[in-house]
């Protein structure tokens, strides 16, 4: 038998800073979680577009040259800094965030519309309450794919 959820030592809480990489660009997520059963918790996450930054300086570097069609098209894409909020239902084989999960849960993104996620993760303790996650998630009905991983802080 598990402990409950805030007595065991992974803790009931969690925060953590991702790095993923989809089709179209890099981002970084930051990532909210609360663990309310011992093998269930609640995520939710704000992306971050790290192309549009890169984006952002080039345009400005070549405000009077032609732009490429391919980068009017990737800034359509996100056009702004916030990417994507997510919510996700995650059920943990080992105890809430510890070891594999599996994950079913809504995306809203910036640009697009909302759409529903699968991940697959795996959480890996490193020292008291950090942990290095992976994941792959694909969305339902857009298809993409993103392979993440991060560092995640549980208290």
């Known amino acids: ?14 925060i ?5 990489h989809d089709m179209r660009s890099p981002s970084s997520e930051i990532q909210f979680g609360y663990g309310f059963h011992s093998r269930w918790s609640v995520n939710g996450s704000i992306g971050i577009d790290l192309g549009y930054i890169k984006r952002h300086k080039s ?5 009077h040259e032609k732009m490429s ?15 994507d909020v997510s919510v996700h239902f995650r059920y943990w ?13 809504g995306i809203l993104p910036g640009s697009m519309h909302p759409d529903c996620a699968l991940e697959l993760g795996y959480m890996i303790s490193l020292y008291k309450g ?5 994941a ?11 392979i993440r991983t991060g560092l995640y802080y549980t208290f």
């Open 93 to 105: 084989t080992g105890g809430t965030y510890r070891g594999l999960y599996f994950s079913l849960g």
């Open 130 to 134: 950090l942990s290095l996650e992976l």
């Open 136 to 146: 792959l998630q694909t969305t339902v009905f857009k298809r993409d794919n993103k």
């Open 16 to 20: 953590g800073v991702s790095l993923a």
């Open 1 to 14: 038998a598990h402990p409950v959820a805030g007595k065991n030592p992974s803790g009931r809480f969690g």
């Open 59 to 63: 345009k400005e570097e070549t405000d």
């Open 69 to 83: 069609e391919d980068h009017i098209q990737s800034t359509q894409d996100t056009g702004k800094l916030y990417k």
